[in-house]
């Protein structure tokens, strides 16, 4: 739930105790996401301050959903937020990748 509400005060704390941001997140887990990293929830939530915090303290900007290999850049577009997109892409998140479905 941390990443998808937007929690900062939670994030930090899994940042504290030394989390890998970019494992997957069990759906019991209070970080939110049903399997996917914690970016990739963040992104598809529109939560750019989330997305910005994970960034910065090393959450891989290319990371994909586990159901069909969405990034977080494409959660980004569909969510609308544009800040987010911006974020991702200057972390070197690639705006090529396609999912399993073949979108992009």
């Known amino acids: 739930m941390a990443a998808d509400q937007g929690d900062l005060t939670e994030l930090k704390r899994y940042v504290e105790a030394k989390y890998d941001l970019n494992k ?15 970016i990739v929830t963040a992104a598809y939530a ?4 989330a997305v910005d915090y994970l960034l910065a303290n090393g959450a ?5 959903s586990v159901k069909i290999g969405q990034t977080a850049v494409m959660g980004a577009a569909l969510s609308g937020k544009v800040r987010c997109m911006k974020s ?5 998140a690639r705006p090529d ?7 992009d």
């Open 24 to 38: 997957r997140i069990p759906p019991s887990s209070n970080l939110g996401g049903e399997g996917s990293p914690p």
């Open 88 to 92: 991702l892409l200057a972390k070197g």
């Open 60 to 64: 891989k900007a290319d990371d994909k």
């Open 97 to 103: 990748v396609r999912d399993e479905a073949g979108g």
């Open 46 to 49: 529109g939560q750019c301050e």
